[in-house]
């Protein structure tokens, strides 16, 4: 089966850091694009980053370049998202998709790429 769980959500204060985390079973773990997207309440899904477990390279949005950094562990089958200098306005519900890949082949931070996603993560940054 075909699955894509999030983990590591929780309540932080403005400057904390958090570390979110993507575990994909039933793929070929280093055949992946690993994406990272967050909704707000009343806003559209924003893509943050994608992630090329072939070759571990990633492409960010430039709301979190130099604050959020992706990183693998093939050995989990997991891909983490840590998050660095959190703001009110990082607050949002944290997605992981996954399809099958390198980032290159597809947009890579546009939601209806990718076939394969998680339920959410709730991420809440208190000022």
């Known amino acids: 089966e075909v699955r894509v769980a999030e983990s590591g959500g929780g309540l932080v204060q403005t400057g904390g850091s958090l570390r979110l985390s993507c575990a994909a079973s039933?793929?070929?773990?280093?055949?992946?694009?690993i994406a990272w997207f967050r909704q707000a309440p009343g806003k559209e899904r924003e893509g943050l980053v994608c992630?090329?477990?072939?070759?571990?390279?990633?492409h960010y949005a430039d709301s979190v370049t130099g604050r959020f950094t992706v990183s693998k562990d093939s050995a989990k089958k997991s891909v983490y998202l840590q998050m660095n200098s959190l703001k009110p306005e990082d607050t949002a519900v944290y997605y992981c998709?996954?399809?099958?890949?390198?980032?290159?082949?597809?947009?890579?931070?546009?939601?209806?790429?990718?076939?394969?996603w998680g339920r959410g993560t709730q991420v809440t940054v208190s000022s």
């Open positions: 039933g793929f070929t773990f280093d055949d992946l694009a």
């Open positions: 998709a996954a399809e099958v890949g390198p980032c290159v082949d597809y947009n890579p931070l546009v939601p209806y790429e990718y076939e394969y």
């Open positions: 992630f090329s477990t072939s070759d571990a390279t990633s």
